[in-house]
């Protein structure tokens, strides 16, 4: 009798401890795994529209500074939307810029003190130098900053953001990263209503005798930013005419750049505007009933950085490679 509870005794400590001895095994397999995966951080900066990183530990956004009437102003710190518009339609004097190298490369060395790697995603090179200079300024950092030109702005710009969080995420390295966004890059399109030329006119992109013209026949152009390039890519005589131009540039797409894309369903479109969310929304509705295959993810203001050169009342419809 006395044996057979030393035996259960026995039976029940090997169990304790091979249960102990396993979890502890498993611990330091986790904790092995956890020392050799690259810690990642992901910067942008708020011409990707990410207002609120709540949720992910590794996204950090860079503010883009303007020059309002010779004062210095900061996207999302000291400028709001309201107060950019505000300042736009009393015709203040406005000029974008770009982050200082100072500014910059203090950012990646803190970011650093937390994180192996650090992706810069900043804006398109083909609208503004701020990504190059970055470019010039990571060639200091020993291959620990990753700077990717995927020619993305706003809506699209925020996908690769998103894309690039969640590579991260499953461990992959920031050249892994990089690689993946400039593969990719040329996988998004915008098309872009803009109502006035009245802006283009003062940034020097249209001449005053086009937007004079424009005006007096009430042309609404639609632009284009497909890779590095803003081009013209039509004219209408009013939004609904747009609106229709501009959803059957994204079922052209569908059917040729993007067919494979989306025939895989790793596509998506995305509504942006300049302080016109009321008409955003509705046009969210119409390209849904237009486009029914195709989920909206977002419908979003379109960065400051291009709508100092557009105005308020824009419109726009993003097509872009979705997150896999």
């Known amino acids: 009798m006395c044996e057979k509870i030393l035996m259960k005794i026995y039976v029940k400590l090997f169990d304790f401890f091979y249960e102990k001895s396993y979890n502890t095994l498993y611990f330091f397999i986790h904790l092995k795994n956890e020392v050799e995966m690259s810690k990642v951080a992901i ?5 990707a529209g990410i207002t609120n990183t709540t949720g992910y530990e590794n996204l950090f956004i860079v503010p883009m500074p303007f020059i309002i009437d010779d004062k210095e102003y900061f996207e999302d710190i000291n400028l709001t939307q309201d107060e950019f518009y505000e300042k736009l339609k009393h015709d203040a004097d406005i000029h974008t810029s770009q982050p200082s190298y100072g500014e910059v490369t203090e950012l990646w ?37 990753f700077v990717v030109n995927n020619q993305r702005i706003s809506v699209t710009q925020k996908l690769s953001v998103y894309e690039a969080l969640d590579m991260a995420s499953k461990g992959k ?8 966004l400039e593969k990719t890059k040329m996988d998004a399109s915008i ?79 995305n509504i ?28 979003d203001p379109l960065s400051l950085s291009v709508s100092c050169h557009i105005g308020p009342g824009s419109l726009a419809i993003a097509v872009c490679r979705a997150k896999e």
């Open 272 to 299: 942006a505007h300049t302080q016109n969310e009321a008409e955003a929304l509705k046009f969210k509705e119409e390209v849904e009933k237009a486009l029914p295959n195709l989920p909206v993810k977002f419908v």
């Open 191 to 269: 098309y872009i209503m803009v109502p006035t030329l009245k802006y283009l006119k003062k940034g020097g992109r249209v001449t005053p005798t086009a937007a004079a013209l424009a005006k007096l026949f009430s042309i609404k152009p639609i632009l284009q930013i497909q890779g590095e390039k803003l081009d013209s890519f039509a004219k209408v005589i009013n939004l609904n005419q747009a609106k229709q131009k501009m959803i059957n540039a994204v079922k052209s797409d569908i059917e040729t750049r993007f067919k494979t894309l989306f025939e895989e369903g790793k596509l998506c479109v």
């Open 109 to 145: 060395k803190k970011l650093l003190n937390d994180f192996d790697e650090v992706v810069y995603i900043p804006m398109s090179s083909g609208l503004s130098s701020s990504c190059n200079s970055a470019i010039g300024f990571a060639q200091e950092f020993d291959n620990k900053v």
């Open 173 to 180: 390295s920031g050249a892994e990263i990089k690689d993946y």
């Open 43 to 47: 910067l942008t900066d708020s011409n």
